[in-house]
């Protein structure tokens, strides 16, 4: 029998009647002959309400023991939107069983807020599965070798429904969400986004990596490594639909380029407005200083984006970065107090109203001019690019926030990604 892995995000569980719509669906995929896992998220807010709550009530400084909390807390979520899907299956007279992460269980690293998977066990799964239930597995979460509950970083879910389905073999994961499938940019941001039919997994692994959250880019790294089918499609779609065209639907990540793909120098363009940047100023410029100021910051396991150094003057360099929004504070403090003074820099100051946009594609391997092209359209915008990053199959630049809109919209059209005029 087929064993199928479907997702839900936040928005598609969130309310009882949405709940009871994507119960309709598994139940209507599970009475097909498929053995159905289902790995929902929290209802939409939940999760930003949980941690609203633990920031109100947080220390000063915040340690791992806060961290542990955090997440023993925002795994509730998806705790209770898993029961609630469970409860509505067998009312709708489907078998149906849920556990969180831990009674599985998937195991992880220890990294609070940003756990990464390491197994997941099968064997309790897989007897319900035989005794002919849908299993229900909550998103987001799993536990450490000590017993503690992580969570996976926001938009985790994603990335625990492609773990199961790789460890489950399964025959695919229906990534359910509120578009219908991976558009060319994000279409609330641009809205002659066009859907794209299939993408390639590594088209899909810049976007994400480069912001666009439909995917959480470990998710793409699970399919990728375990090649297994991942496809992205609405829950909102009328559940009772006619199950091939939905099986159809939407946009499926492939692992094969075909020449098709091979045609759009620029696929898509992604954009984050979750990171900031940080600046060192007059920083020595000798040997070994570019490590001197980011190896801390490794040492904290603070993620470092798009780096520059400018050309020295009077043997003084300025040295600036990114990271995500999130350890924005904590780069700043720890900067100040270990690296400035031991560098003998001059000072450190940041900058929070950035974002980077991204354009990603194969083509752009086998193209040249098309970083030229995004400079030129920028510029004439009259857009200020504060940093560049380029790897074969992606452009990133650094911009001012307020131009995020602006930047993505000029660029979509520029690369002839604006869907045909009705
Ligand atoms: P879920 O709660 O289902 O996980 P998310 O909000 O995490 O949903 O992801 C879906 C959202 O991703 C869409 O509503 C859309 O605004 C956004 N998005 C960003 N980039 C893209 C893209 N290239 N294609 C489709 N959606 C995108
Ligand atoms: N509920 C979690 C979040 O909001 C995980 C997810 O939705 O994928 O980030
Ligand atoms: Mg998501």
């Known amino acids: 029998m087929?064993?199928?892995?479907?997702?839900y995000g936040g928005t598609s569980m969130g309310s009882p009647e949405r709940i009871r719509n994507?119960?309709?669906?598994?139940?209507?995929?599970?009475?097909?002959?498929?053995?159905?896992?289902?790995?929902?998220?929290?209802?939409?807010?939940?999760?930003?309400?949980?941690?609203?709550l633990a920031k109100e009530l947080a220390p000063a400084r915040p340690s791992q023991d806060f961290h542990r909390e955090q997440d023993m807390l925002a795994a509730t979520g998806e705790q209770a939107s898993s029961a609630l899907l469970a409860i509505a299956l067998q009312a709708e007279g489907v078998?149906?069983?849920?556990?969180?992460?831990?009674?599985?269980?998937?195991?992880?690293?220890?990294?609070y807020t940003k756990a990464r998977i390491e197994s997941i066990d099968d064997q309790r799964v897989r007897a319900d599965l035989d005794a002919g239930k849908v299993v229900i597995i909550t998103g987001f979460q799993g536990m450490d070798d000590g017993g503690n509950i992580t969570t996976l970083g926001r938009g985790g879910s994603?990335?625990?429904?492609?773990?199961?389905?790789?460890?489950?073999?399964?025959?695919?994961?229906?990534?359910?969400?509120?578009?219908?499938?991976?558009?060319?940019t994000d279409p609330r941001v641009a809205p002659a986004a066009r859907r794209l039919a299939t993408v390639s997994f590594e088209e899909m692994l810049e976007m994400a990596s480069l912001g666009s959250k439909v995917l959480q880019i470990r998710s793409v790294e699970f399919a990728g490594k375990y090649r297994v089918p991942v496809r992205v499609l609405s829950s909102f779609t009328p559940p009772d639909i006619d199950i091939n065209e939905e099986a159809a639907s939407g946009?499926?990540?492939?692992?094969?380029?075909?020449?098709?793909?091979?045609?759009?120098?620029?696929?898509?363009?992604a954009f984050s407005r979750d990171e900031a940047k940080i600046s060192v100023l007059g920083v020595p410029d000798t040997p070994g200083v570019a490590y001197r100021i980011l190896g801390p910051v490794a040492d904290a396991n603070i993620e470092v984006d798009v780096i520059i150094q400018n050309l020295s003057k009077d043997g003084k360099t300025d040295?600036?970065?990114?990271?995500?929004?999130?350890?924005?504070?904590?780069?700043?403090?720890?900067?100040?107090?270990?690296?400035?003074?031991?560098?003998?820099?001059?000072?450190?100051?940041?900058?929070t109203k950035i974002c980077k946009v991204s354009i990603v594609g194969i083509g752009m391997r086998?193209?040249?001019?098309?970083?030229?092209?995004?400079?030129?359209?920028?510029?004439?915008?009259?857009?200020?690019?504060?940093m560049i990053s380029t790897s074969e199959i992606k452009t990133s630049v650094v911009i001012d926030e307020k131009y995020l809109e602006l930047a993505v919209r000029s660029l979509h059209t520029v690369f002839g990604l604006d869907k045909p005029a009705e």
């Open 366 to 386: 086998s193209h040249v001019g098309v970083a030229s092209t995004m400079f030129r359209t920028l510029s004439e915008e009259g857009i200020n690019i504060q």
């Open 22 to 52: 994507v119960a309709k669906r598994v139940a209507k995929w599970a009475r097909s002959g498929r053995q159905m896992v289902v790995v929902p998220s929290a209802m939409s807010g939940e999760t930003n309400r949980l941690l609203a």
């Open 2 to 7: 087929p064993l199928i892995v479907h997702k």
């Open 95 to 111: 078998p149906a069983v849920s556990y969180a992460g831990w009674q599985v269980p998937i195991r992880t690293d220890s990294s």
């Open 319 to 351: 040295f600036s970065f990114t990271v995500s929004r999130n350890d924005y504070a904590r780069t700043l403090d720890l900067l100040k107090e270990k690296v400035v003074p031991a560098l003998g820099a001059q000072e450190v100051v940041g900058d």
């Open 158 to 184: 994603d990335t625990s429904a492609v773990a199961v389905a790789a460890a489950l073999k399964a025959d695919e994961c229906l990534i359910y969400t509120d578009v219908d499938g991976v558009y060319t």
């Open 251 to 269: 946009t499926l990540i492939t692992f094969e380029e075909d020449e098709k793909m091979e045609q759009a120098v620029v696929s898509g363009i």
